[in-house]
C-alpha cells in the first residue's frame, strides 16, 4: 500500500505568524516556511519551544517570501541540524541575506539587554534564540529557482512557485507527493497592488491552504493616483500641525511603497519639499535590492525613484539620535507593528507631543503596541518607560500588502476544482471564522477546515482530508492579547489612579490590599503544588 501524504501545521494555525506548513510522505519531509510567532509575548514564546519535528529528519524547505514570520526560524532550522536545500526565488534569496542576518543580530542584541537588567542579577542568563552567524549559514542554503519551473525538493516531491503578488519575491507553493496535488497560498497580494503583479496560480487541487488575513475586512477599489491623495492629505495634516509625521514601516516592500508615493507627490509639488529620513538600516538593505531587480517592478521608472534627494537613509545609531530634535519631517522607521527596531525611539521621542502624528499603513497583530495605539491607549509601555499618547493616531489601509476577504474568496474559486480540502490558515479568530463561513460559497462540494497548532491531517487524492493528531490546547488563548498587555495597561495607569484617592492613608491601604491579593494567588498555588506532590497518582 502507497504512503499517503501527510500535513502538520506547525504554525499560522488560528494566528497570522509562525507559518510552518510540514508535508510527510513516507520518511521524507518538506517544510513549506519556518516562520517566527510575532504578536504578544506570550506568542513570541512558542519560538523557543521545541520544534514540532527534528530538523535533521527534514529533506528541504519551500519559501514562500523573506517577512520574518514566514522564514524567521530557518536560522534555528540550521542550528538544530537541518543541512538541505532553501527553495525560493532569486529575490527573497537576496532579501534573506539581509533580513536573517538582521534577524540574529537582534536577537543577540534583545539577549544582551535582557541580561543586563538589574532584576535578573545574579540569575542564569538567556541565549539567543541564534545568532547572526546561524542566520548567515541559513541564507547560504537558499536555492534560487524560477516562477513557474519544476524542481524536485525532495525525493517523491516536485513542486513549481507562482507570483503571489504579496511583495518582492513572494509566491504561491504548488506540491505533487504520492499522487496528491496540494496548493499553498503563502501570503497573497491585493490586485493592483504597488510594485508587484496580479497573483497568478493553476487550477484543480486535491487539498488548497489559504491565507486568511483579511478574510473578515472589504476594502473600497482604490487606484494609484487615489492612495497618492489619501497619502498627500496625511502628510499635509501632520505638516500643519507642526511636528513630525512618524511612520511605523514594515523595512521590506512597505517602505518602498511609500518612498514611491512620496517621491511621486514631490515630484509633483502636492508636497512641500520636506525632509524624509528612512530610519532603518534594514530598509535601506532591502532598498538596495529593489534597486537590483527594479526590472521586474511595476508603477516604477527604475531604481532612480529611490535616490531622491529628500531621501535620507540613516545609519548609525548616532544618525538616529540626532532625529530628537527634528520637527516637521517625515520619518520612517521599523518594525512595522512596533513591537523593536528604532521605532520605539522615535513613539517615546512623539507620541506625547500633540504636534506630532503617527499614521499607520500595515497590519497590526493582536497583542502588539502599534495595535494597542490604534486602538486608543492613552498612554503605553514602551522600553520600561510609561508614555503619555496625545499625538494624532492616523490609518491609512491602502497600503495593503494583503489581499481582502472578496479577493481571498476569488483566490480560491480559482482553484476550483478542489476536490478534498481547503484548509483556511494565517488569520485571526474573526478573519478564520468570516472565511469559513464564505469559503463553500465558492468551492461547493469542498470540505473547509480551520485547523489548530500541532494538527496532522492526511491528505489522500480526491478525497477529503482526515485529522490524524489533534492541536496543542494550551495555544488556544495565546493568539491574542495576554497578561502581559494587561500589565502594560495597569503599570501605566496605576500611579494616576493612585494619585486619584482622597489621602495617604488610603493610598497606602489600596497597595497594601494589592499585595494581599497577589500573596493569596501565590500560597494557592504553592498548596496546589504540594498537594500534587503528596497525592498518589491514582488518587489525584
Known sequence: ??????????????????????????????????????????????????????????????????????????????????????????????????????????????????????????????????????????????????????????????????????????????????????????????????????????????HVLCESTYGDRSREPITQAGRRKLLEVEIRGALERGGNLVVPTFALERTQELLLDIVALLQAKAIPPVPVFIDSPLASQATTVFKRHADKLEDIGGSATFDHPQLHFVESVQESIRLNAVSGAIILAASGMCEGGRIRHHLIHNLHRRESTVLFVGYQAAGTLGRVILEGAQRVRISGQDVHVRAAIRRIDSYSAHADQGELLDW?????????????????????????????????????????????????????????????????????????????????????????????????????????VLDSYAAHQHAHRQRARTTPPGER
Request: charged letters at 25%; a negative charge; hydrophobic letters at 40%.
Open 1 to 206: 500500500m502507497n504512503a499517503l501524504l501527510t500535513l502538520t501545521f506547525n504554525g499560522a494555525a488560528r494566528t497570522v505568524t509562525g507559518s510552518c506548513h510540514e508535508f510527510a510522505l513516507g520518511n521524507t519531509r518538506v517544510l513549506v516556511d519556518c516562520g517566527m510567532f510575532q504578536g504578544s509575548r506570550t506568542l513570541e514564546a512558542l519560538n523557543s519551544d521545541p520544534l514540532g519535528f527534528d530538523p535533521r529528519q527534514v529533506a528541504a524547505v519551500i519559501l514562500t517570501h523573506a517577512h520574518i514570520d514566514h522564514s524567521g526560524l530557518l536560522p534555528r532550522l540550521a542550528a538544530e541540524g537541518f543541512n538541505g536545500p532553501i527553495w525560493c526565488t532569486q529575490p527573497t534569496a537576496d532579501l534573506l541575506e539581509y533580513m536573517l542576518a538582521d534577524a540574529g543580530r537582534i536577537q543577540e542584541a534583545d539577549t544582551a539587554r535582557r541580561n543586563r537588567r538589574r532584576d535578573r542579577a545574579g540569575e542564569e542568563p538567556f541565549q539567543p534564540l541564534y545568532t547572526e552567524a546561524d542566520a548567515l549559514a541559513a541564507w547560504s542554503m537558499c536555492r534560487p529557482v524560477d516562477l513557474k519551473q519544476w524542481f524536485e525538493p525532495a525525493a517523491d516531491f516536485r513542486a513549481r512557485l507562482w507570483n503571489a503578488g504579496h511583495i518582492l519575491g513572494s509566491a504561491s507553493v504548488e506540491i505533487e507527493a504520492g499522487g496528491t496535488r496540494v496548493m499553498c497560498s503563502g501570503d497573497i497580494g491585493p490586485e493592483n497592488k504597488a510594485l508587484q503583479p496580479d497573483p497568478e496560480a493553476p487550477a484543480a487541487f486535491d
Open 412 to 516: 480560491i474559486a480559482e482553484r476550483a476544482p478542489v476536490r478534498g480540502s481547503l484548509f483556511l490558515v494565517h488569520g485571526e479568530e474573526g478573519a478564520l471564522e468570516a472565511m469559513r463561513r464564505l469559503a463553500p460559497l465558492r468551492l461547493p462540494g469542498t470540505a473547509v477546515a480551520v485547523p489548530e497548532i500541532g494538527e496532522s491531517w492526511e491528505l489522500p487524492t480526491g478525497a477529503a482530508a482526515r485529522r490524524i493528531k489533534t492541536g496543542r490546547i494550551d495555544l488556544a488563548n495565546v493568539a491574542g492579547r495576554d497578561w502581559q498587555n494587561a500589565y502594560a495597561e495597569f503599570v501605566t495607569s496605576l500611579k494616576r489612579d493612585l494619585a486619584r484617592i482622597g489621602n495617604e492613608e488610603a493610598r497606602q491601604e489600596a497597595l497594601t490590599q494589592m499585595r494581599e
